[in-house]
């Protein structure tokens, strides 16, 4: 029972490039959503989605885009990364609104 | 002002000693409230709900305040495995899932 999937698990990008982080739960939840942590801080919602084909923006959405074509699938865009996106991104997905999250590992991401 | 506020720490305690945490949040329309756990470099994984009855999970209890808007957290008999940090975190219902965490409490418990 894998739960949720991140990859990669470490990335280094130089300034102004692009990835795509990656998000897979087998869990058949419709709630999905992205956070960063920075160091010594909380979690803060970059974007969430309810369920296939919505998404909605967070707390910290400028310069991230996502996607949610799959129950399964949830996707974060980086789009000209900058230094200020060096931060570890955690995909969690819960069953029910309201319910505790279960998180993917993370990505821990270094933008130079 | 915060809307979820944690008393960073660190605490550090004995094996054994008994350790309290507390919480507030801001927002009276919170419906939901967690406490979860984070090791070093790990994910944050879920510890216990909180309800306004009071919840206990072996050496773990929470509590919840409404009135107040207060969160706590007691751990007793503490063991080496417990250090880790602990988030306090609240949800609005019918707000799509969307929580909110606090910052989180560092616990060292020593030999």
């Known amino acids: 029972n894998a739960g949720v999937t991140q990859t990669p698990k470490f990335r280094i990008l130089k300034i102004g490039q692009s990835m795509t982080l990656q998000c897979a739960q087998d869990m058949n939840h419709n709630y999905m959503y992205w956070y960063r942590q920075d160091p010594g801080m909380g979690l803060k919602l970059i974007y969430y989605s309810v369920g296939a084909g919505i998404t909605d923006k967070g707390e910290v959405p400028n310069g991230y885009n996502v996607s949610r074509s799959t129950t399964e699938d949830f996707p974060l865009r980086l789009e000209l990364a900058a230094p200020s996106q060096t931060s570890v991104y955690f995909c969690?997905?819960?069953?029910?609104?309201?319910?505790?999250?279960?998180f993917g590992s993370g990505t821990r991401l270094t933008v130079v | 002002r915060k809307e979820v506020e944690q008393d960073p720490g660190p605490f550090n305690v004995p094996e054994g000693a008994t350790v309290a945490f507390n919480c507030t949040y801001s927002n009276s329309a919170s419906q939901s409230f967690f406490w979860y756990r984070q090791d070093c470099r790990k994910e944050p994984k879920l510890l216990m709900s909180v309800y306004s009855s009071g919840n206990e999970d072996g050496r773990f209890t929470a509590q919840l305040n409404r009135a107040s808007q207060y969160i706590s957290l007691l751990i007793r008999d503490s063991k080496l495995s417990d250090s880790a940090t602990y988030l306090c975190v609240v949800t609005k219902n019918g707000n799509a899932g969307k929580s909110t965490f606090g910052d989180g409490t560092t616990l060292t418990v020593k030999p």
């Open positions: 969690a997905s819960s069953a029910l609104s309201g319910d505790g999250y279960t």
